[in-house]
């Protein structure tokens, strides 16, 4: 099974969520759909998929997710950008 920790936000430098999830395509549908509608992220409308990690075990990824939490602002956006320089939504390339 794989997990996936994620990071989603409104526009590009705007709010920042991260998140693990065992399926990141009902994740990210939930997210944009606002299914939760009182959660951070339908609060603040979080709902651009813009990076995603991989992990083979819950462990590994509940560690990276901890472990990026506890990141400053600019470290985050710095990963971002790396990847995913133009912010892209990358829902549709799941």
Known sequence: MKFYIYIITNKPKGVLYIGLT???KRRKYQHKNKIHP???SARYNL???VYFE???NEE???L???RMKKWNRDWKIEL???NNPKWKDL???L
């Open 22 to 24: 065992k399926d990141l």
């Open 38 to 40: 009182t959660t951070f």
């Open 47 to 49: 709902d651009k998929l």
């Open 54 to 56: 991989t992990f083979k």
């Open 60 to 62: 590994a990824a509940r």
């Open 64 to 66: 990276r997710e901890k």
């Open 80 to 82: 971002i950008e790396k």
């Open 91 to 93: 829902y549709n390339n």
